[in-house]
T-cell receptor
Framework: GEDVEQSLFLSVREGDSSVINCTYTDSSSTYLYWYKQEPGAGLQLLTYIFSNMDMKQDQRLTVLLNKKDKHLSLRIADTQTGDSAIYFCAVTSGTYKYIFGTGTRLKVLA | NAGVMQNPRHLVRRRGQEARLRCSPM?????VYWYRQLPEEGLKFMVY????????ESGMPKERFSAEFPKEGPSILRIQQVVRGDSAAYFCASSPSDNTGSKDGYTFGSGTRLTVV
């Protein structure tokens, strides 16, 4: 079945850029998503990318998609302490079921 | 327009008791999805419901778990005879349609954190 993998932890200094990586096995997802989960909260849709795009920029967020390598990344520019959270990538395998990665816990050091 | 409402936020049950988790979808949304997040893991699909119908329950454990979405009222995820391994965060999401390939993604509730002692 579909598998989505992410590294578990990332630590950066405030003001630096963060890059969170994700690899997936099934390429039938029309959209690929990044969700943010703050402590004790639900998931908030952060951004998405359409599968026929290579890059999408949205203010401090840049999403890169390499379909050949089945690799998705999320870059956060000028990372702030408020960005500390768990970030999940998700694909849909062409259905309503979302397949989530295990999440990357981003810690921003002041 | 309230978001997806889940209650309770936290639920503690003793082994063998029943847990009932409620989810009220966003106004105008008739499709509900339940996901489970075990500690240190991502969310896993459990069940997809429309009003009065279970569309896909392929992610539900075969025993003790059931879900419903009645014509009136919230969707309910019911876990009978809970065990320690059921301790997890249970999230509900809703959408106006089956959301296949939608750029909007799902709207998630804040979850119910179930602790079995």
């Amino acid at each position: 079945g579909e598998d989505v993998e992410q590294s578990l932890f990332l630590s950066v200094r405030e003001g630096d850029s963060s890059v969170i990586n994700c690899t997936y096995t099934d390429s039938s997802s029309t959209y690929l998503y990044w969700y943010k989960q703050e402590p004790g909260a639900g998931l908030q849709l952060l951004t998405y990318i359409f599968s026929n795009m290579d890059m999408k920029q949205d203010q401090r967020l840049t999403v890169l998609l390499n379909k050949k390598d089945k690799h998705l990344s999320l870059r956060i520019a000028d990372t702030q302490t408020g960005d500390s959270a768990i970030y999940f990538c998700a694909v849909t395998s062409g259905t309503y079921k979302y397949i989530f990665g295990t999440g990357t816990r981003l810690k921003v050091l002041a | 327009n309230a978001g997806v409402m889940q209650n309770p936020r936290h639920l503690v049950r003793r082994r063998g008791q029943e847990a009932r988790l409620r989810c009220s979808p966003m106004k105008g949304h008739s499709h509900v999805y339940w996901y489970r997040q075990l500690p240190e893991e991502g969310l896993k699909f459990m069940v997809y419901l429309q009003k009065e119908n279970i569309i896909d329950e392929s992610g539900m454990p075969k025993e003790r778990f059931s879900a419903e979405f009645p014509k009136e009222g919230p969707s309910i995820l019911r876990i009978q005879q809970v065990v320690r391994g059921d301790s997890a965060a249970y999230f509900c999401a809703s959408s106006p349609s089956d959301n296949t390939g939608s750029k909007d993604g799902y709207t998630f509730g804040s979850g119910t954190r179930l602790t079995v002692v």
